[in-house]
């Protein structure tokens, strides 16, 4: 039971002060200035209070939106900045609170984030993905946005190293069996949909991912690139 309280402290924190909201806005809107507004915020937040976990997450949890933006504007060195920059904030998370499954949820996905940035990392950052979110979901089994990141993951790792997109919408249908509300899954799995070339079913997720969040800008360019049949 404890576990499961503690794994929504974080959001619970960052819902009270509203932080979470702006940045989840400001990544649906593919808004980078107002992404980097609010880190340069953060940033003096986490110096001022170096033992306080939950402002290393919220700067973490901004990179990591940041970096998001960036892959999906093809902007590879400013997600590798961000990625890498919020790597170190999620690490101190993690460090002073090492039970919470949302902070280690987040610590996995930035360092997923910098793979598809250079290739090259993938072999320092692929463990350190796979682990974090591995424990994420440890934490909290119930997690869907655990799910969801390790479907990220699961769709990027190659089927030879034991990855592919039919794993990964495994973890989509999970994501949203917990969580039928959670948009990020339906988004992620018409991606991997789309690359089994099962167009009709990506767009069905795609709209169901607008139905429930029609501000993701991304989510609409997707379904524009994605043929009816």
Same mark, same amino acid.
């Given at each position: 039971m404890? *576990? #499961? ?7 619970? @924190? %960052? /819902?009270?002060?509203g932080?979470a909201?702006?940045?989840? &806005? =400001? ?19 986490a ?8 402002a290393h ?12 933006i960036?892959?999906?504007l ?7 900045n ?5 790597i170190?904030?999620?690490?101190r ?6 039970d919470?499954?949302?902070?280690q949820?987040?610590?996995? *996905? #930035?360092c ?6 250079? @290739? %090259? /990392? ?8 796979? &682990? =974090? ?7 909290d ?15 990027y ?14 973890d ?8 039928p509300?959670?948009a990020?899954?339906?988004?992620w799995l018409?991606i ?11 767009r ?26």
């Amino acid at each position: 039971m404890r *576990t #499961l309280i503690t794994s929504g402290v974080a959001l619970l @924190v %960052l /819902s009270a002060t509203g932080t979470a909201g702006e940045l989840e &806005d =400001a990544r649906d809107r593919q808004d980078r200035a107002a992404l980097e507004k609010k880190i340069a915020e953060l940033a003096v937040t986490a110096a001022r209070q170096p033992n306080q976990a939950e402002a290393h997450y919220s700067l973490a949890l901004a990179q990591s939106y940041l970096a998001e933006i960036a892959l999906e504007l093809r902007d590879k060195t400013l997600a590798k900045n961000s990625a890498e920059a919020g790597i170190k904030s999620a690490e101190r998370a993690t460090a002073l609170r090492p039970d919470l499954s949302e902070y280690q949820r987040v610590l996995g *996905t #930035l360092c997923g984030q910098v793979i598809p940035a250079n @290739v %090259l /990392s993938g072999l320092r950052y692929g463990k350190c993905a796979q &682990d =974090a979110v591995a424990k994420a979901i440890k934490l909290d089994p119930k997690s869907s946005m655990a799910y969801v990141s390790r479907g990220v993951g699961n769709y990027y790792l190659p089927p030879a190293l034991g990855g592919g997109p039919e794993l990964a919408i495994k973890d989509f249908q999970r994501a949203i069996q917990l969580k039928p509300g959670n948009a990020e899954a339906y988004l992620w799995l018409g991606i991997a949909l789309r690359k089994l070339n099962r167009n009709a079913q990506a767009r069905e997720a795609f709209n169901k991912s607008l139905e429930l969040n029609p501000r993701r800008v991304w989510v609409r360019r997707q379904m524009e690139k994605t043929p009816a049949q």
